[in-house]
């Protein structure tokens, strides 16, 4: 496995496969991977050629109060499983290759950053936005594998990709999840063991949503308060938001009927925790 820094050495690399017609795959990351990672990666090398994994803790995706110095970065982890997985380059840039000084350029998806998310990190997406779109013309993958448990951040991606015609496929994943299904996340490792039991309170009101949905709940205020109802039951969980919405526009829904997105987020203790899960009716 190469162990690329320079985006011009990456870019170089990439160029050269496709010239020989190769299909190059990409995950990008920000590292501190886990199984949901190793997933997207044994997808992508199951149907590319060449695999590039990045790994880059993207300044600009986080607020002033996130703490961008304490993420996790256990690099010689990573980069074992990468290594394990069949990754063909490692592509770890610095800050300052990816902003040297002069750069301006950012990337919004205003309508579908602005929810959910976007509320509580108001230039979060923008961040994400940005990055992912100088990762791809960097890497220039035909293929990008992405998580569903980020669903706001895939479906944005998806959109910048057709509006500034990228020519990326993204290809979105289902959720990797712990026994108890939590779903996996760098962020885990914060919640001490209390909270780390609690934390499955998330996936437990989806459950009771989704029961709800199939038992034939007329009303979206009625889901939604069955699913409040059951994270209520956690005296350490905080709902920042947990919503039905239109899994295309992630707009709120006005009725229980078609597909079907739970979406959600809950705070407990400092660490904020996302998920998702689609249903039909
Ligand atoms: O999902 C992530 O890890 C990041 O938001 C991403 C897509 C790598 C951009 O920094």
Same mark, same amino acid.
């Given at each position: ?23 190059? %795959?990409?995950?990008? *990351? ?6 949901? #990672? ?38 010689? #982890?990573?980069?074992? $499983? ?31 950053? #602005? ?6 990190? /108001? ?6 936005? *940005? ?16 998580? +569903?448990?980020?669903? +706001? ?15 990326? *496929?993204?290809?979105?994943?289902? *959720? ?39 038992? %034939? !709940? ?14 209520? +039951? ?12 239109? /899994? !295309?526009? $992630?707009?709120?829904?006005? +009725? ?26």
């Amino acid at each position: 496995m190469k162990i690329l820094r320079a985006p011009q050495s990456v870019a170089a690399w990439s160029e050269r496969l496709r010239k020989e017609g190769l299909t190059i %795959g990409f995950v990008p *990351t920000m590292g501190a991977l886990h199984d949901g #990672h190793r997933s997207l990666i044994r997808a992508a090398r199951l149907r590319c050629d060449a695999l590039v994994v990045s790994i880059f803790v993207n300044p600009t995706q986080f607020g002033p109060t996130e703490d961008l110095t304490k993420y996790p970065r256990p690099i010689t #982890h990573d980069r074992a $499983l990468c290594r394990a997985e069949g990754v063909d380059v490692c592509f770890e840039p610095t800050p300052d290759a990816m902003y040297p000084e002069g750069c301006q350029t950012i990337v919004t998806v205003p309508e579908i950053a #602005h929810r959910w998310e976007g509320k509580t990190r /108001p230039h979060h997406f923008a961040g994400v936005a *940005t990055v992912v779109t100088k990762l791809f013309g960097i890497v220039r993958p035909h293929v990008a594998l992405f998580g +569903q448990k980020d669903y +706001q951040q895939a479906a944005l991606i998806k959109r910048l990709v057709a509006d500034l015609n990228l020519g990326v *496929t993204i290809d979105v994943r289902p *959720t990797i999840r712990e026994k108890d299904g939590l779903a996996m996340s760098s962020r885990n490792r914060y919640l001490s063991p209390d909270d780390r039991r609690a934390a499955t309170i998330l996936y437990q009101s989806f459950q009771a949503g989704r029961q709800a949905i199939e038992a %034939g !709940a007329k009303s979206v205020s009625t889901v939604e308060c069955i699913m409040a109802k059951m994270v209520a +039951q956690e005296s350490t969980a905080h709902i920042e938001y947990l919503a039905l919405c239109d /899994p !295309a526009s $992630l707009e709120p829904l006005t +009725q229980v009927k078609g597909r079907i997105l739970l979406l959600g987020a809950i705070r407990i203790g400092s660490v904020r925790l996302i998920d998702n899960m689609l249903i039909t009716r």
